[in-house]
T-cell receptor, first 117, second 113 residues
Framework: EAGVTQFPSHSVIEKGQTVTLRCDPI?????LYWYRRVMGKEIKFLLH????????ESGMPNNRFLAERTGGTYSTLKVQPAELEDSGVYFC???????????????FGPGTRLTVL | GNSVTQMEGPVTLSEEAFLTINCTYT??????LFWYVQYPGEGLQLLLK?????DKGSNKGFEATYRKETTSFHLEKGSVQVSDSAVYFC????????????FGQGTELSVKP
């Protein structure tokens, strides 16, 4: 079974530019999450999709960030325009819907390292 | 709000040493608790989990016990190996299924031969 994949693995852009990150979850996983780790700090939640619907977007820092999951498969996270503080590693994770018994095991991708200069 | 606090790193140990990485949490209700590990150049992997008080999660020689009375979930291993060098993240989920994870800041472990 293929794992969660993310593209690109690295992105270096200048302040004010636009970047789009992509995540392909594990096939059949209806839950899809985006997280971000900035400069060695804790990994912070950004948002959660259930299929194509946004279940929780409480972690999105501002309206420069736009996430989509058309068709309930892969997801994109667009940052427009990028600012210096957006630099960090963006992780995507997926899990089955309504995992019985609790535990909510999320499977993570390798992350996209974004550097904004 | 819910939060997780981990001991700060980096932690440097010699091979075969005993490892403890402290993790405490603040949460309402009954969260599930997790340890994730990130090996160099890789994504996060679930190391172990516990879903209720007094549960012990274990995997690859690592153990952690869900202690509700002390709100802790400390990670332990009796004898570390060089291959255990990685960043370890403690996390909680406050929903039984599908909830977001709340992470600690991560603890970098370096094991020397």
């Amino acid at each position: 079974e293929a794992g969660v994949t993310q593209f690109p693995s690295h992105s270096v852009i200048e302040k004010g530019q636009t970047v789009t990150l992509r995540c392909d979850p594990i096939s059949g996983h209806d839950n899809l999450y985006w997280y971000r780790r900035v400069m060695g700090k804790e990994i912070k939640f950004l948002l959660h999709f259930v299929k194509e619907s946004k279940q929780d977007e409480s972690g999105m820092p501002n309206n420069r960030f736009l996430a989509e999951r058309t068709g309930g498969t892969y997801s994109t996270l667009k940052v427009q325009p990028a600012e210096l503080e957006d630099s960090g590693v963006y992780f995507c994770a997926s899990s089955h819907l309504g995992l019985a018994g609790g535990g909510n095991e999320q499977f993570f991708g390798p992350g996209t390292r974004l550097t904004v200069l | 709000g819910n939060s997780v606090t981990q001991m700060e790193g980096p932690v440097t140990l010699s091979e075969e040493a005993f490892l403890t990485i402290n993790c405490t949490y603040t949460a309402t209700g009954y969260p599930s608790l997790f340890w994730y590990v990130q090996y160099p150049g890789e994504g996060l992997q679930l190391l172990l989990k516990a879903t209720k008080a007094d549960d012990k999660g274990s995997n690859k020689g690592f153990e952690a016990t869900y202690r509700k009375e002390t709100t802790s979930f400390h990670l332990e291993k009796g004898s570390v190996q060089v291959s255990d060098s990685a960043v370890y993240f403690c996390a909680l989920s406050d929903l039984p299924a599908g909830g977001k994870l709340i992470f600690g800041q991560g603890t970098e472990l370096s094991v020397k031969p």
